[in-house]
């Protein structure tokens, strides 16, 4: 199997133009962010979050978009209730 070449360079060999936005030069101080004590995503897969889009998607046909956040009459009963269905499905 030979590999195959392609005309992709890697993001360091590409030089774009300076954007009319940004500032003629480069401060030499860091930048500053407050996210110290705030929730970490960068080390979960992405892989994670697409059976979670799959259960939306589903409902975004079943129904319509945000259709879950809608209210509802005996809410806590009726998702109780529909939890408890889909996991006896689950299940079986």
Known sequence: MSK???NIKPIGAIKLPPSPLAPPSVPSEKGLKH???KQGWYAMPLCL?????????AGEIKYETFNCL??????DRRFYNAMMRHIEDSQN
């Open 49 to 57: 979050l697409k059976p979670l889009a799959d259960v939306f998607n």
């Open 35 to 37: 996210d110290t004590n």
């Open 4 to 6: 195959r070449q392609t």
């Open 70 to 75: 809608k209210p509802f009459d005996d809410s």
